[in-house]
């Protein structure tokens, strides 16, 4: 997989939303239950339940947004001792949970700091440049439309799943697919990892199409030995979303710079 690091096509505007989307993504997780001592990888029994017991009810779980019902034992945080042991104690849920705003909360859900970082890493290289294009308001309701349908996509092909599902990363997805739609000939800055770290410039749709065919391929469980534990579909989803979205914007969409070829290292630095 490649990293991409940094993109050569200037914003005419400050992305207030995008920073504000990285800032709220940032807090959210450093204030969420229990990751403190995941994070330094000492989480006690009493954390873990207490964070799967915010997740059940912070989390979008897709046969809640399909059938529209909670279950009827959720995890209470607190932790009890059963016939097999230490565990996590359920119970009737004492809240009242919305599944259609429970996708809204998802989106700023991480279960680590990788999943956080990935996810605001390629936030910031291309959400500033959609969010120059649509504007600081149609912008955030495209972030949230196309996270929405991420998630309601990957509830449909995965209707009876009691699994939580988490992270921006459909949202992103959509950022994604209207990045590859607008600017297909901008320049990217990757690390390829070739027994060192590699720098190269690709153009746009090499980077971003080679991600989606990735996304494809783990989705059907090609590539990977637990496709389950990532939403492949929804960032397939999202993406497409963001595709759609933002094609009717294609025509009055300013060209990146050109780029000129392949280059790595200290040569295509001193490109202009």
Same mark, same amino acid.
């Given at each position: 997989?490649?990293?991409?690091?940094?993109?050569?096509?200037?914003?005419?505007?400050?992305?207030?939303?995008?920073?504000?989307?990285?800032?709220?993504?940032?807090?959210?997780?450093?204030?969420?239950?229990?990751? +403190? #001592?995941?994070?330094?990888?000492?989480? *006690?029994? /009493?954390?873990?339940?207490? =964070?799967? %017991?915010? &997740?059940?009810? $912070?989390?979008?779980?897709?046969?809640?947004?399909?059938?529209?019902?909670?279950?009827?034992?959720?995890?209470?945080?607190?932790?009890?001792?059963?016939?097999?042991?230490?565990?996590?104690?359920?119970?009737?849920?004492?809240?009242?949970?919305?599944?259609?705003?429970?996708?809204?909360?998802?989106?700023?859900?991480?279960?680590?700091?990788?999943?956080?970082?990935?996810?605001?890493?390629?936030?910031?290289?291309?959400?500033?440049?959609?969010?120059?294009?649509?504007?600081?308001?149609?912008?955030?309701?495209?972030?949230?439309?196309?996270?929405?349908?991420?998630?309601?996509?990957?509830?449909?092909?995965?209707?009876? +799943? #009691?699994?939580?599902?988490?992270?921006? *990363?459909? /949202?992103?997805?959509?950022? =994604?697919? %209207?990045? &590859?739609?607008? $600017?297909?000939?901008?320049?990217?800055?990757?690390?390829?990892?070739?027994?060192?770290?590699?720098?190269?410039?690709?153009?746009?749709?090499?980077?971003?199409?080679?991600?989606?065919?990735?996304?494809?391929?783990?989705?059907?469980?090609?590539?990977?030995?637990?496709?389950?534990?990532?939403?492949?579909?929804?960032?397939?989803?999202?993406?497409?979303?963001?595709?759609?979205?933002?094609?009717?914007?294609?025509?009055?969409?300013?060209?990146?710079?050109?780029?000129?070829?392949?280059?790595?290292?200290?040569?295509?630095?001193?490109?202009?």
């Amino acid at each position: 997989m490649v990293i991409p690091v940094h993109d050569v096509n200037p914003a005419r505007r400050t992305p207030v939303v995008t920073y504000a989307l990285v800032g709220v993504n940032v807090l959210v997780f450093l204030f969420m239950p229990g990751l +403190s #001592g995941s994070v330094a990888g000492d989480s *006690s029994l /009493a954390q873990l339940c207490h =964070l799967q %017991a915010f &997740l059940d009810q $912070y989390a979008a779980v897709p046969q809640e947004l399909i059938h529209h019902r909670m279950p009827r034992l959720v995890p209470t945080g607190d932790v009890g001792v059963g016939a097999q042991g230490p565990g996590c104690v359920v119970g009737p849920p004492g809240y009242d949970k919305s599944p259609e705003l429970s996708v809204l909360t998802a989106m700023f859900l991480h279960g680590g700091w990788l999943h956080l970082l990935g996810n605001m890493l390629f936030l910031m290289i291309f959400g500033n440049n959609i969010e120059d294009r649509m504007g600081h308001v149609r912008f955030a309701l495209f972030y949230l439309v196309c996270g929405y349908a991420a998630s309601y996509g990957f509830a449909l092909l995965n209707a009876d +799943s #009691g699994d939580p599902l988490i992270g921006a *990363s459909g /949202a992103i997805a959509g950022v =994604l697919g %209207a990045y &590859l739609v607008l $600017y297909p000939k901008a320049r990217v800055w990757v690390l390829v990892p070739f027994l060192v770290f590699l720098p190269l410039r690709l153009p746009a749709w090499l980077v971003l199409g080679f991600w989606f065919v990735l996304q494809a391929l783990y989705s059907s469980g090609e590539g990977v030995s637990a496709a389950g534990t990532v939403a492949y579909a929804a960032h397939i989803v999202g993406f497409l979303a963001g595709m759609l979205l933002a094609w009717p914007l294609k025509p009055g969409t300013p060209p990146p710079p050109e780029p000129r070829g392949l280059l790595f290292g200290r040569r295509a630095r001193h490109v202009r």
